[in-house]
């Protein structure tokens, strides 16, 4: 089993609909959570960090975390054409100062 | 790009040859990543360094070593280069050791 699993997609998202992106992870002790927008021949670009059960929203982003089922999400309100890129969801450890990565949802929004 | 520089850009070098990228940092950041990113693997850890000549293996480590002799430089060496380590290579920041920060990235092409 991976340690951080993503639907690679595609995920195809109307226009100013909600997308919605998951990943799981199998490590119990995973404390901090981070979701990462890459663009096609670009570098990741980090857009949420959670690392408390629940809800955090910034923007028409919103990443929720369940610790105990070890998922966590990303929800994109009013989709738009930009957003399509692929988004990578990492996990990183107490004590581990390195993240380990998702193969990443690759996310096309349709105009 | 968070004050990172990869070098190069981009490099075609035949079978056998040694190769060295580098990451450059302005941002005075502890933790330093090269991680190599390849279809259907995601991004994978090679090496990090968490201190001057603080360096520890990651998940794909056979056939690189690293090195850092001051905080802002992070080199990534490919011994004897193989065709499987084709790839972009891309240099990561962290000051924590939890959420990273990428360069720009490095295409590598081994023929």
């Known amino acids: 089993q991976k340690e951080v699993e993503q639907n690679s997609g595609p995920l195809s998202v109307p226009e100013g609909a909600i997308a919605s992106l998951n990943c799981t992870y199998s490590?119990?002790?995973?404390?901090?959570f981070f979701w990462y927008r890459q663009y096609s021949g670009k570098s990741p670009e980090l857009i949420m960090s959670i690392y408390s059960n629940g809800d955090k929203e910034d923007g028409r982003f919103t990443a929720q975390l369940n610790k105990a089922s070890q998922y966590v999400s990303l929800l994109i309100r009013d989709s738009q054409p930009s957003d399509s890129a692929t988004y990578l969801c990492?996990?990183?450890?107490?004590?581990?100062?390195?993240?380990?990565f998702g193969t990443g949802t690759r996310l096309t929004i349709i105009p | 790009d968070a004050g990172i520089t990869q070098s190069p850009r981009h490099k075609v070098t035949e079978t056998g040859t040694p190769v060295t990228l580098r990451c450059h940092q302005t941002e005075n950041h502890r933790y330093m990543y090269w991680y190599r990113q390849d279809p259907g693997h995601g991004l994978r850890l090679i090496h990090y360094?968490?201190?001057?000549?603080?360096?520890d293996k990651g998940e794909v480590s056979d056939g690189y070593s690293v090195s850092r002799s001051k905080t802002e430089d992070f080199l990534l060496t490919l011994e004897s280069a193989t065709s499987s380590q084709t790839s972009v290579y891309f240099c990561?920041?962290?000051?924590?050791?939890?959420?990273?920060?990428f360069g720009q990235g490095t295409r590598l092409t081994v023929v």
């Open positions: 990561a920041i962290s000051d924590t050791g939890m959420q990273a920060f």
């Open positions: 490590d119990r002790v995973s404390q901090s």
């Open positions: 990492a996990v990183n450890n107490f004590g581990n100062e390195k993240l380990t």
């Open positions: 360094s968490y201190g001057v000549k603080d360096t």
